[in-house]
């Protein structure tokens, strides 16, 4: 079993939906989880980061976690076009030990 | 100016080539990183540094190596390149034991 699942996509959805992207987890030890964002030929971009259970909402993005579950989700509320992107989900169990990344789910947003 | 700069940004080379992807910062981050990613298997960690005097093996750093020449600046050499070396290359930085990772634009390499 891979540390992290992620559904690769891709996902196709229409301007102003509601996007839901997931991870899910195997190492319970991981504490610190992360969404990156990445568009075509750019390096990934820190989007959201959780420490521990809970939300975490920042303009139309929302990332929750539910570490019972050991389950990510990245929400984007009325997606736009410039939304469309790689979104990749990260964690790890401390600052001293590594990312783990999922594989990442290409997301497009159309007009 | 961006704050994690590497080049070159594409580079194609031959079997058997010795080639060099630098990293620079402007951060003042004290740990970097480097990683491949591929279709399909997303990112993966081979090397990385806490500190100048410090360098640890990542998931995949057979066929790699690496030099920490400043707190700034993290190269990453291929000895002998080989076809499944074909990627992009990613550097990326932290900053003492923060969780979060900031990345360079990338270096795509193409080896014939």
């Known amino acids: 079993q891979k540390e992290v699942e992620q559904d690769p996509g891709p996902l196709s959805v229409p301007e102003g939906a509601i996007v839901s992207l997931n991870c899910t987890y195997s190492?319970?030890?991981?504490?610190?989880f992360m969404w990156y964002r990445q568009y075509s030929r750019k390096g990934p971009e820190l989007l959201m980061y959780?420490?521990?259970?809970g939300n975490k909402e920042d303009g139309r993005f929302t990332a929750q976690v539910d570490k019972s579950s050991k389950y990510i989700s990245l929400f984007i509320r009325d997606s736009q076009p410039s939304d469309s992107a790689t979104y990749l989900c990260?964690?790890?169990?401390?600052?001293?030990?590594?990312?783990?990344f999922g594989k990442g789910t290409r997301l497009s947003v159309i007009a | 100016d961006a704050d994690v700069t590497q080049t070159p940004r594409n580079r194609i080379t031959k079997t058997g080539k010795r080639i060099m992807l630098e990293c620079s910062q402007t951060k003042g981050h004290d740990r970097m990183y480097w990683y491949r990613q591929d279709p399909g298997l997303g990112l993966r960690l081979i090397y990385y540094s806490f500190d100048v005097k410090d360098i640890n093996k990542g998931e995949i750093s057979d066929g790699y190596s690496v030099s920490r020449q400043a707190q700034a600046k993290f190269s990453l050499s291929l000895e002998s390149a080989i076809p499944n070396q074909t990627a992009l290359y990613f550097c990326?930085?932290?900053?003492?034991?923060?969780?979060?990772?900031?990345f360079g634009p990338g270096t795509r390499l193409l080896v014939l």
């Open positions: 959780t420490y521990s259970s």
């Open positions: 990260a964690m790890t169990q401390s600052g001293n030990t590594p990312l783990v």
């Open positions: 190492n319970s030890a991981f504490q610190y």
């Open positions: 990326a930085t932290s900053e003492g034991t923060r969780e979060t990772q900031y």
